[in-house]
């Protein structure tokens, strides 16, 4: 059965750093592309970065750039968001997915798989 599996969301200080990870079983994520969304609450869905199957293209949502930092790792079927200097608007449940398609996207409707989503809150 296909699964992914988010952790390390928390609480922490606005300037603070996360690093979440996406664990996927059932198949093999160096097969996919992949992203990374949030929603706040009363907010929608919204692409925070994304990454194609060849690790060549990524792309990240402007409140992000320069902060976010994707990456994978396929011997361990792992993806994760690195996420510095951690600002109150960040707070939301994200979420990683996995498009069967080679090319990234910041588009949730291509995704084919998605985690549970994690908890990140960014408060004093």
């Known amino acids: 059965q296909e699964q992914l599996v988010e952790s390390g969301g928390g609480l922490v200080q606005p300037g603070g750093s996360l690093r979440l990870s996406c664990a996927a079983s059932?198949?093999?994520?160096?097969?996919?592309?992949i992203g990374w969304f949030r929603q706040a609450p009363g907010k929608e869905r919204e692409g925070v970065s994304c990454m194609s199957n060849n690790d060549g293209d990524t792309s990240y949502a402007d409140s992000v750039k320069g902060r976010f930092t994707i990456s994978r790792d396929n011997a361990k079927n792992t993806v994760y968001l690195q996420m510095n200097n951690l600002k109150a608007e960040d707070t939301a449940v994200y979420y990683c997915?996995?498009?069967?398609?080679?090319?990234?996207?910041?588009?949730?409707?291509?995704?084919?798989?998605w985690g549970q989503g994690t908890q990140v809150t960014v408060s004093s």
């Open positions: 997915a996995a498009a069967w398609r080679p090319i990234a996207t910041m588009n949730w409707d291509e995704y084919n798989y």
């Open positions: 059932g198949f093999r994520l160096d097969h996919y592309a």
